[in-house]
């Protein structure tokens, strides 16, 4: 299994990003996805899921509405698009998927928020 996310950097707040999350290795089409954050001295926190047809998406409530998880089966790959940025969801983003023992990760990208 192999996961890669791309696509963070530097943005102002209020700007947007896309995060790609680029999947190999499993039956991509076959398992729920999803994107968790990082910041400094924090834990790991959820940032939401979205099923294996992407028919459903959950969200944590501090990015509900202003992210949208997304995914393309037919070119294994998971986006997360995120809107009206504010400093604090400066983070390293990580895409995961679960198995029964625990979850396969990503090495992360960095996104920050900052004027």
């Known amino acids: 299994v192999q996961l890669v996310e791309s696509g963070g950097g530097l943005v102002q707040p209020g700007g947007s990003l896309r995060l790609s999350c680029a999947a190999s290795?499993?039956?991509?089409?076959?398992?729920?996805m999803s994107w968790f954050r990082q910041a400094p001295g924090k834990e790991r926190e959820l940032v939401g899921i979205?099923?294996?047809?992407?028919?459903?998406?959950n969200y944590a409530d501090s990015v509900k509405g202003r992210f949208t998880i997304s995914r393309d089966n037919a070119k294994n790959t998971m986006y997360l698009q995120m809107n009206s940025l504010k400093p604090e969801d400066t983070a390293v983003y990580y895409c995961?998927?679960?198995?029964?023992?625990?979850?396969?990760w990503g090495q992360g990208t960095q996104v920050t928020v900052s004027s």
């Open positions: 995961a998927t679960r198995r029964n023992w625990g979850n396969y």
């Open positions: 290795g499993f039956t991509f089409s076959n398992y729920p």
């Open positions: 979205i099923t294996s047809t992407g028919s459903i998406t």
